[in-house]
Antibody, heavy 120, light 107 residues
Framework: QILLQQSGPGLLKPSQTLSVTCAIS??????????WNWIRQSPSRGLEWLGR?????????DYAISVQSRISINADTSQNQFSLQLNSVTSEDTAIYYC??????????WGQGALVIVSS | EVVLTQSPGTLSLSPGERATLSCRAS???????LAWYQQKVGQAPRLLIY???TRATGIPDRFSGSGSGTDFTLTISRLEPEDFAVYYC?????????FGQGTRLEI
């Protein structure tokens, strides 16, 4: 059974950096068939895919156009986890953030979600 | 970027009835990368259908998916009380993944 367990701060101030981590059990972040995604959900934007990382001989990264200048996704093989960093947050970044595992672009497993509020 | 438009926005039905949910793509897409998810209040989305018509593990056979090109459908043959939720379609055209805006299925 593959489980994804998220952790991260709940409250940020504008201009700060959002950082959320997703711990993986039952699979390896270095899997050569899976990819590791971040998705967020807000009432105004619905479900919004942010990006993913995956290992195919080397680490690869795909990012959504809307956040590509501010986002970084990294894998930590020693802890078998991956993380999301989003710089210069504004109130528009207030959302529930989910991590998810995909195989062939289908999101089979999801983390429990982490609510992040950006407010001064 | 492909835009997925789901209809209707809200569908009001009763247990035992048949539900038909639509997902229309702004351009022709590969059915291999069309999936449906169910989301209940306070929970993460759950995979129902992938590759247009393949049910995920543990999904009852009252859920079925079909379609091709730009038009895809999720059908729930006989609604059970636990099926009332929000449903999203999702597509991937490398390197981007997109979601529809969702259909709320309510009693």
């Amino acid at each position: 059974q593959i489980l994804l367990q998220q952790s991260g701060p709940g409250l940020l101030k504008p201009s700060q950096t959002l950082s959320v981590t997703c711990a993986i059990s039952g699979d390896s972040v270095s899997s050569n068939i899976a990819a590791w995604n971040w998705i967020r959900q807000s009432p105004s934007r619905g479900l919004e895919w942010l990006g993913r990382t995956f290992y195919r001989s080397k680490w690869r990264y795909d990012y959504a156009i809307s956040v590509q200048s501010r986002i970084s996704i990294n894998a930590d093989t020693s802890q078998n986890q991956f993380s999301l960093q989003l710089n210069s947050v504004t109130s528009e970044d207030t959302a529930i953030y989910y991590c998810a595992r995909d195989v062939s672009a289908t999101l089979f497993e999801w983390g429990q979600g982490a609510l992040v509020i950006v407010s001064s | 970027e492909v835009v997925l438009t789901q209809s209707p926005g809200t569908l009001s039905l009763s247990p035992g009835e048949r539900a038909t949910l639509s997902c229309r793509a702004s351009q022709s897409i590969s059915g291999s990368y069309l999936a449906w998810y169910q989301q209940k209040v306070g929970q993460a989305p759950r995979l129902l259908i992938y590759g247009t018509s393949t049910r995920a593990t543990g999904i009852p056979d009252r859920f079925s998916g079909s379609g091709s090109g730009t038009d895809f459908t999720l059908t729930i043959s006989r609604l059970e009380p636990e099926d009332f939720a929000v449903y999203y379609c999702q597509n991937h055209i490398y390197p981007l993944t997109t979601f529809g805006q969702g259909t709320r299925l309510e009693i």
